[in-house]
């Protein structure tokens, strides 16, 4: 029975020392191989993160630039401002709302992506954009969230008549 018994751990240790080799060799493997994935998973990430930012501001530039055309458009010839919006509206999806306001933040003009949807009732007269775009600055206000469409961004953009500031023009603009 001891020479059964001896064998038996002599078997042992081999099995334990042969897996602990084993193990030693994988950890010496796995450890740079992890490394080298994260490092991956960064760079991937980084990637991602400048491309959604180049094709961000693009929209951006984009759309503030089809807003200036249409607030001149509008200052140029008042009586197509229904027309304008309209088709602004339509020609680019990014844009949600677009609302002119007059120089004491009444709504004149109001158009939205959403048909069910009638003038918005939010009083734009109390935001700094508002302000902003009234005394002659294109503004954007900070990142908001909607429950009906998302992330969103206002724009306001001033309609700048010959003597002075003749109201405000807003983009809602989905991001």
Known sequence: MSKKFSSFWAVFTRICVASAVLIVVNLIWLI???????????????????????????????????????????????????????????????????????RGGKIAHFLSSNVEKVEDEYDYSRESFFYLAREGSINFSELRFSPEFGPYLVVAIPLRGEQHIQGVMLGVLRV
């Open 32 to 102: 740079p191989v992890i490394r080298g994935i994260r490092v991956s998973v960064s760079t991937l990430a980084l990637e991602v993160a400048d491309r959604i930012s180049a094709t961000m501001s693009l929209r951006f530039e984009n759309a503030l630039r089809e807003l200036e055309f249409a607030a001149d458009e509008i200052v140029t010839e008042p009586e197509r401002t229904s027309n304008v919006l309209l088709r602004l509206l339509r020609k680019d999806d990014d844009f949600q709302e677009l609302i002119i306001l007059d």
